[in-house]
């Protein structure tokens, strides 16, 4: 991170996962008026992260993965969500075709890729922080009339969608949650100021007596 310093132009990133679940996503880039570095830093606590991750697993049970494709949801590093059960929670580098999507591919654009057994057509989107990716055996796509292909397609655009509204609901109840606490401890600190100030008083008045 700290080399950052030495090459201004230059941004370092980072996605650190804890063993509570929760996570943390960094960004450090070199000063140029001076010498220093600039961090920046998101945490997200490992309830919203778990609740997240439960509900768009949810919205992928209903796909079948032989007619509408493997459908992969990852946070850059590790399989979040997917209709193959069997992916979730494994990293990205296990998992060839979706690597090689990673590498290859371009957003929104269909393109091929080889693993050591066969041909995948597929393609990858991003949802802020998240990345989609949509792949289908070579031989399955060949088997499929174009009509299967573009439902498909339209079921993933249908998708992305949802997990955009589901992320943006699932934030504004953190914030409003938050706000909430913070409320109370003002609340709180006025009170406390408030009795201070009181405690304050009787002790002048008694002296003076």
């Known amino acids: 991170m700290l080399d950052v310093a030495k090459y201004p132009k230059k941004t370092y990133t980072a996605h650190i996962d804890f063993a509570?679940?929760?996570?943390?996503n960094l960004a450090?880039?070199?000063r140029i008026d001076k010498t220093g570095v600039i961090v920046g830093f998101h945490h997200t606590n490992?309830?919203?992260a778990k609740n997240y991750n439960l509900t768009v697993q949810s919205l992928l049970s209903g796909y079948d993965t032989y007619r509408d494709g493997i459908i992969a949801i990852t946070d850059g590093h590790k399989i979040v969500a997917s209709n193959d059960e069997s992916m979730v929670g494994k990293?990205?580098?296990e998992n060839e075709v979706v690597r090689k999507l990673r590498n290859n591919g371009k957003i929104g654009k269909l393109v091929r890729v080889q693993n050591k057994f066969?041909?995948?057509y597929g393609s990858m989107d991003k949802s802020r922080d998240y990345y989609i990716y949509v792949y289908l055996p070579e031989c399955t796509v060949f088997e499929i009339v174009p009509r299967?292909?573009?439902y498909a397609l339209a079921m993933y655009i249908t998708l992305l969608i949802i997990i955009q509204l589901i992320k943006q609901s699932s934030e504004r109840k953190y914030l409003v949650e938050q706000n909430k606490r913070e409320k109370e401890y003002k609340e709180k600190l006025m009170e406390s100021a408030k009795r201070q100030n009181r405690q304050t008083l009787q002790r002048r008045n008694f002296y003076s007596e």
């Open 20 to 24: 509570d679940g929760s996570y943390v």
């Open 28 to 30: 450090s880039q070199g």
């Open 46 to 48: 490992a309830e919203y």
């Open 91 to 93: 990293n990205v580098k």
């Open 118 to 120: 066969e041909g995948y």
């Open 148 to 150: 299967n292909i573009l």
